[in-house]
């Protein structure tokens, strides 16, 4: 099975018509997500920006994608940080980017990256590429208004039909994988259930995050640049919504739901 941190990219030549509709070439194809509208056309090449910490990771995405009719790499990226910077220096049309970058430094990733990009490129579709079997983060980045989410321990054809489907499709939810959504089912998720997730604010779930990944207090602070105490707050809230009683419950209901 090809996963994502294969260097063989999926062949193009396996879509149908080669990725394209030849009847409608010239259509004006309107994508809708959440509370943004983008207007493509499908005879215009589509702009790719890839983020991920993994050199591998980073060159099989780049490969896939790039290997998709009407799809170009813009750049390729190894930190959020670099991510935010590239982006207002090339053009780009999709953003595809890995959900956890560079640990234990003072790098942009997460919910937090996510919320940045939302904020600043609101027009640009986001498809993010994740371990994460967090029901909660899961839920937090389709509320965010992300295009997709996919594992990253799924074929590499996933990604590319993640691609075009954000590009052509018509569906306002987030496209799920099959990976992320045979998750959801296993962990015993229906749609509802996936929706009535624990209701964690970002803050609080990046905070958790942090701490499960062994990050104190004061060093979540200075990360996020927020104040100690208002951390702290955030922590105790998130442990009473969860009811978690001990740090070291809290660290294992991070690791266990894929957070670190």
Same mark, same amino acid.
């Given at each position: ?72 790499? #813009?750049? /390729? *990226?190894?930190?959020?940080? =670099?991510?935010?910077? %590239?982006?207002? +220096? ?9 959900f956890s970058m560079q640990r234990g430094t003072a790098d942009e990733d997460g919910l937090r990256l996510i919320a940045r990009l939302r904020r600043n490129y609101p027009s640009t579709p986001i ?19 992300? #295009?997709? /989410? *996919?594992?990253?321990?799924? =074929?590499?054809?996933? %990604?590319?039909? +993640? ?77 009473r919504k969860l009811h978690v009683e001990t740090n070291a419950d809290l660290v294992k209901y ?7």
């Open positions: 099975m090809k996963s994502l941190s294969s260097q063989t990219p999926f062949r193009s030549a396996e879509l149908p018509n080669g990725g394209h509709d030849e009847e409608h070439q010239s259509d004006e194809i309107y994508c809708t997500f959440n509370r943004y509208v983008i207007l493509m056309n499908s005879t215009r090449i589509v702009h790719v920006v890839v983020a991920d910490d993994h050199a591998v990771v980073r060159r099989a995405v780049a490969q896939t994608i790039d290997a998709i009719p009407g799809f170009k790499i #813009a750049a /390729i *990226v190894k930190s959020g940080t =670099e991510l935010l910077e %590239i982006l207002t +220096a090339v053009e780009c049309d999709l953003i595809v980017t890995d498809i993010v590429f994740t371990m994460l079997t967090n029901g909660g983060v899961l839920q937090k980045l389709c509320k965010m208004g992300v #295009a997709g /989410i *996919v594992g990253k321990d799924e =074929e590499s054809a996933v %990604i590319e039909q +993640a691609c075009v489907t954000v590009r052509s499709h018509l569906n306002a939810r987030t496209f799920l994988s099959p990976g992320i959504t045979q998750w959801l089912v296993q962990d015993g998720n229906t749609a509802e259930g996936f929706l009535s997730a624990p209701d964690l604010s970002p803050k609080e779930l990046e905070v958790v995050r942090l701490f499960g990944m062994g990050l104190s207090v004061t060093q979540i602070a200075q990360q996020l640049n927020r104040t100690a105490t208002t951390v702290a707050t955030q922590k105790r809230s998130a442990m991070a690791q266990e739901q894929g957070l670190t």
